[in-house]
């Protein structure tokens, strides 16, 4: 922190890990911030079956986001698993593993 502003973190995880779908509203993931505030997001499971793609407003409060309700693109919820996400925003792409409990 300088001269009292607050400096954006950059993430290198996804939040809440676990998900839980009986105790959390959103997956918050991380990607890098650009001029037009969005970035792709791409979920895929283990075996590498993409089950979620969509363009994404970035959240750049205090850490720079998208925000995801761990659903597939179809609204339906994930199974229990290992999940594999990607956001791409300009030229940088984030990659990182994720959790999902379905209790």
Known sequence: MSGGS?????L???FPQPYRYSTDDFMYIPTRNN?????DLNV???SMDLVYE???NIIAADKIVVQWDARDSNGDKLPTGVYI???SS??????G???IYND
Do not use: H, P
């Not at 300009?90 to 990659?95: A, E, P, T």
């Open 97 to 99: 593993k994720l959790i």
């Open 85 to 87: 996400y990607a956001t």
């Open 90 to 95: 300009d030229d940088s792409i984030v990659k």
């Open 44 to 46: 895929y499971t283990s």
């Open 6 to 10: 607050l400096e954006r973190e950059q």
């Open 12 to 14: 290198d995880y996804a």
């Open 54 to 56: 969509r363009r994404k």
């Open 35 to 39: 001029e037009l505030g969005f970035a």
